[in-house]
C-alpha cells in the first residue's frame, strides 16, 4: 500500500474513511471530486488527524469539535503549475524573440524560451505531470493553474471552454484561479463550466454583486501532499471588467487581490502548513502582493505569461510563473520543516518535442474532441511568407495587418485596434483559420465613426498610460494597434504629455480636423479604458464582423507578408 510521508493510509483510503464518518454537509466536495484531494473544513481537518495519527498534533475527538492547532509538519510537497493556457492545446513552434504574444517585447527580462524548438501541446504536458507523479508519487504532487485557461481559440469557442475543461479534468487538476479571460463566455457560462469539472476555478476577488460573496463559492482550499496541509487561495486580475466584454460580467464586481488576500491569508495560515496564492495578477501586482501581505509562502503566478526562474522571492514570499500556451510545466519542490518552509527547489520544464513525450490517452481525447470540427479548424485562409508575431507592448506585426485590412475596408483614414496580450506567432506557411482565431478569439462588430485629431491623441496617450500608470494596479492592456497613423511615444516623459510627432497619411495630425476611423465594438465599449471611441461622431457598425472582415482581407492577400514596421516609436 502507498503511504503518505508519516505513515498514513493512501489519501484515497482517507477520504472513503472519512465520507463514511463526516456528515455530508461539511464535505465541501465538488460533485466529481477525486478521492485524491479534499477539502480542508474544520471536520475533515479533524478526521485528517484522527485517521493519519498526525504527528505532534493533539489527540482529536469529535465532539465536542476541538480548534485546529497550527501542525509541526515535515514534509516534502511538489507543486506542478501551468498559467495562461488560453485554449492552446496543440504544439507549435518558437523561436527566440517573437514566439508567443509576450516573448515578443525586446526588452523584457523573464519571458523568453531557451531555444527553438516545437514545444507544448496538452498531450506532452500530461506526459510531463505523469512522469513527475510517477517518480514522486502521485500523493505528494498537486497541479494548479493560474487562469486565462479555457478561452481564446476556435476550438474553445466552438465548445464554450469546454474542450480545455476536459483535458485538465482528465489529468487530475487539483486548483485553479480564473483569470481576466475566464468570463468570456459570460460568467453564467463559467458556472456551467465548473459544474463539469472536479477541481475548483475560483477567485476570491471576484464578488458576486448580489450576495457580496465569491463567485463559485470558498476561493480557499487545504489539501494535504507529501503529508503536509498546503493552503491554495485564488486571485484574479482586479482589472477583468477593463479587459473584455463588460456584459460578461455585469453580475461580478473586481477588487483588489492585495486586499483581499489581506483578509483571507491569516485565517489559511491557521489550516495549513505552506500557504500558496494562486494568483491571475501579472508579475508586477505579485510582487506588490509578496511585499504587502504577510503570511504568503509560495506566489504560483500568471496573466503576465513570464518565465520566472529562478523564483524571486519578494517579502516572505517566493513567486514563480511559467510562460503560457501549455507550453511549459513549473515544477516547485517545498521542503517543509517543524510546520515551516525550508526550502523551495524550482524548475520550468519548457515542453520540447525532442526532450518530451505526449502522453498517448491525451492524443486521442484531443483528437476526439477536436474531431466534430475539423473542417472548420483547419480551413487554409492563405499563405504566410515570414514569421508575423503578435506583440503585446510595442507595435505588433500580426495586428498591423488586421488593422490594415479593417482600414482599407472602411476607406478609413485610421484603424484601432487593442493590444492583446495572448496568441502564438504565425510560422512561414499555410495560416489556418484556427491561427488567426486563435489571435482574434472574440466576438465583436467592425465599428466606423469619425474621431478629431484631438480624440486620437487622447486614445494614444490612453494607451501610453496604460503602459506606465503612476500606480502599477492601474496596468491594463497593450500597446493600441494603428494603421495610417505613424506616432512617437515616449514613456520616460510625464502622463498626458507622452505622445508626439503624430501624422495621418503622411501629414502631421490637425488636432481640429475631423478623420475617419475604424475600430471595433470593444474599443467602442472602452476596453482597456479607451473613452474616445465612444464621444466620436456617425458610430455605426458594419454589416460584417470583424472577424469576417479580417478572414476576406487574408483571403484576397493569398500571400501575407510581414508589414516592415517602423509607425510607431516606443522610447522607455
Ligand atoms: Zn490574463
Known sequence: MVRCGRGCPTEKNVHNTMTRFAPRSTLRLPALMKCRVWTGTVTTFVLLLASCSYAGAPKASIDPPPVPQPARAHGTICILHTNDIHGDLREFRVDTGTATAQTGDRGR?????????????????????????????????????????????????????????????????????????????????????????????????????????????????????????????????????????????????????????????????????????????????????????????????????????????????????????ASALGELTVVVEQGRVRRVVSSIHELYADQYQPERRFVQLLDSIRAPFRDTLDAVVATASARIGRHYKSESPVDVVAAEILRAHGQADVAFLPGLGFGVTIQPGPITREMIVGLFPHPTSAVHERLTGAQIMQVLEQSATNLRPADDMDRVGGLVQTAGLRWTVDLTKAAGQRVRDVSVGGAPIDRAKSYSVMTNGGLLQGTHRYSAFAEGTDIGRDAKPFGVILEEGLRAMRTVRAPAGGSVTLLR
Open 109 to 325: 527580462a523573464f519571458q523568453q524560451y531557451p531555444r527553438a524548438g516545437v514545444v507544448g501541446g496538452f498531450a506532452r504536458l500530461a506526459g510531463a505531470v505523469e512522469k513527475i507523479r510517477r517518480t514522486h508519487g502521485t500523493q505528494n504532487v498537486i497541479l494548479v493553474d493560474a487562469g486565462d485557461t479555457f478561452g481564446d481559440q476556435l476550438l474553445s469557442n466552438l465548445t464554450r471552454g469546454e474542450a480545455t475543461l476536459r483535458v485538465m479534468d482528465a489529468l487530475g487538476y487539483t486548483f485553479m484561479a480564473l483569470g481576466n479571460h475566464d468570463f468570456e463566455y459570460t460568467a453564467a457560462n463559467t458556472r456551467r463550466l465548473q459544474g463539469l469539472v472536479r477541481f475548483p476555478m475560483r477567485a476570491a476577488n471576484a464578488i458576486v454583486v448580489a450576495t457580496g460573496q465569491p463567485f463559485l463559492g470558498d476561493p480557499t482550499e487545504v489539501v494535504t501532499a507529501g503529508g503536509v496541509r498546503v493552503g491554495l487561495l485564488a486571485l484574479t486580475y482586479h482589472n477583468t471588467d477593463q479587459t473584455g466584454n463588460r456584459d460578461n460580467t455585469r453580475e461580478l464586481k473586481f477588487r483588489s487581490g492585495i486586499d483581499v488576500a489581506r483578509e483571507y491569508v491569516p485565517a489559511l495560515r491557521q489550516r495549513a502548513d505552506v500557504v500558496v496564492v494562486v494568483s491571475h495578477q501579472g508579475a508586477v501586482v505579485d510582487s506588490l502582493l509578496g511585499e504587502r501581505v504577510p503570511g504568503i509562502d509560495i506566489i504560483v503566478g500568471g496573466h503576465s505569461h513570464d518565465r520566472i526562474q529562478p523564483p524571486r522571492r519578494v517579502g516572505g514570499a517566493w513567486i514563480v510563473q511559467a510562460l503560457s500556451d
